[in-house]
């Protein structure tokens, strides 16, 4: 895995998610059913706009600190922050932003896990640059995540700092 690019943002996003309880490995089975409800409601209320919707997977919790079974993960996807959405099912909405520190990654499957310990071991807490700030990171993904352990995908880490 090559070190990203890392830029430092001031962001405010609105987005639709998709919410699941439970340890990481049985996030990923249900990712795609999650994902697939997410795109039927974006679609049903023509909340997709080319070039400009983004998708991502927001981590709720530090797995070194909550239990497996009770870790949250959102599927999430941007909307246009004056669009009123009346939440329906398991889609919910929430508003977030702040300053991030933005590691762009050309990504494997089998990468995403070293992919998230450089940005916090090696980067965040080795370089003293900045300090952690207590809100949720994120994946946003530039390019359709790999669907195998060959392909790559532009994959950018969204670590929240003060």
């Not at 795609?32 to 997709?48: G, H, S, T, V």
């Not at 520190?101 to 990468?111: I, K, S, W």
């Not at 992919?115 to 993904?141: H, Q, V």
């Amino acid at each position: 895995m090559e070190k990203p690019t890392i830029t430092v943002e001031n962001i405010e996003m609105k987005v639709i998610y998709v919410r699941f309880k439970g340890n990481y490995v049985e996030y990923r089975k249900n990712s795609r059913k999650m994902f697939n409800e997410l795109f039927k409601f974006a679609k049903k209320y023509d909340l997709i706009k080319d070039n400009v919707t983004k998708v991502m997977t927001i981590y709720h919790d530090n797995p070194f600190v909550t239990d497996s079974e009770n870790l949250r993960t959102s599927l999430a996807m941007t909307v246009p922050s004056d669009t009123a959405i009346e939440e329906e099912g398991q889609i919910g909405t929430m508003t977030f932003g702040g300053k991030y520190a933005v590691l762009h990654y050309d990504l494997t499957l089998g990468e995403y896990e070293e992919a998230w310990k450089y940005a916090y071991s090696d980067w965040l807490l080795n370089k003293g640059e900045y300090t952690p700030r207590d809100s949720f990171p994120f994946e946003l993904y530039v390019t359709e995540p790999p669907k195998d352990f060959k392909a790559k995908s532009k994959t950018d880490i969204y670590v929240p700092i003060e």
